[in-house]
């Protein structure tokens, strides 16, 4: 299953909810003002530990938010990445 | 002349997520031109407004961040930052828009707009405000 969080860490208990249902197999791509919670010193970096974790990268480059600021271990995809893991997927959650 | 007050923005969402950023920005930016005494907060999420290297290019949205650099031009020269809402989403003031004013009254001297504060101080500010328009 791929879970997509769009919303900021600090705005509501989207993230939280979601890595804390998520199963080992499962993915989460971080998109939109989802892709705060992928900064390493943030409060909500340490809810990525152990998961498998991408996060789209036009939505970071317009944020202003580099990849040495993100979490270790994190996969940057483009658009065409995303949609491959949604095809790769056999079901997707939006935690909206 | 009509009186001066005391306005404060105060900005608490993340820049393209919503509309709320941009519409505040404007907002700002009007009712500079009245002359009045404006202040602008950023707070919670609103602290990424002001990130620098913004590139919107690859979401097809306007990138409006180039425009905060413009306050100083409109007298808009008290930012304030609330320090605990950057350290919580792991920024510093490094990470932030370098932002400026030039002081007339010191022969244009170039002056930081942006003043980092705690919660104490920025609600010292707020409470000296005499109206408060949020975002």
């Known amino acids: ?20 249902i998520m199963k ?3 993915s989460l791509l971080l998109i939109e003002d989802g892709v705060y919670g992928a900064i390493k010193a943030g409060k909500a970096a340490s809810l ?27 996969t940057i995809v483009d658009y065409a990445g ?15 | 002349m009509p009186e001066t007050k005391k306005l404060m923005y105060i900005n608490r969402k993340a820049p393209y997520g919503t509309i709320y950023a941009w519409e505040s920005l404007e907002v700002v930016l009007i009712g500079a031109a009245f002359e009045q005494d404006v202040s602008v907060a950023f707070m919670d999420d ?17 990138n409006f961040s180039p425009t905060y650099s413009a306050l ?9 930052v609330d320090k605990e809402s950057l350290e919580e989403r792991g920024l510093t003031l490094d990470d932030l828009q370098h932002l400026v004013w030039e002081d007339e009254d010191e022969d244009y001297a170039e002056k930081d707009s942006i003043r980092l504060v705690s919660r104490a101080e920025l609600s010292e500010v707020l409470a000296d405000q005499d109206v408060l328009f949020n975002f």
Request: with cysteine; hydrophobic share 35%; proline share 2%.
């Open chain 2, 72 to 80: 100083g031009d409109y007298e808009v020269n008290k930012i304030y």
């Open chain 2, 46 to 62: 609103g602290v990424y407004q002001l990130t620098k290297g913004q590139d919107t290019t690859g979401i097809g949205m306007k």
């Open chain 1, 1 to 20: 299953m791929l879970h997509l969080v769009n919303k900021s860490p600090h705005d509501g208990c989207n993230l939280d909810t979601a890595t804390s």
């Open chain 1, 48 to 74: 990525l530990e152990g998961r498998s974790v991408s996060v789209l990268g036009p939505d970071l480059a317009a944020r202003g938010i580099s990849e040495d600021k993100l979490v270790d271990g994190i």
């Open chain 1, 24 to 26: 080992d197999g499962d």
């Open chain 1, 82 to 96: 995303f949609v491959d893991m949604v095809t790769a997927s056999d079901n997707v959650q939006s935690w909206l």
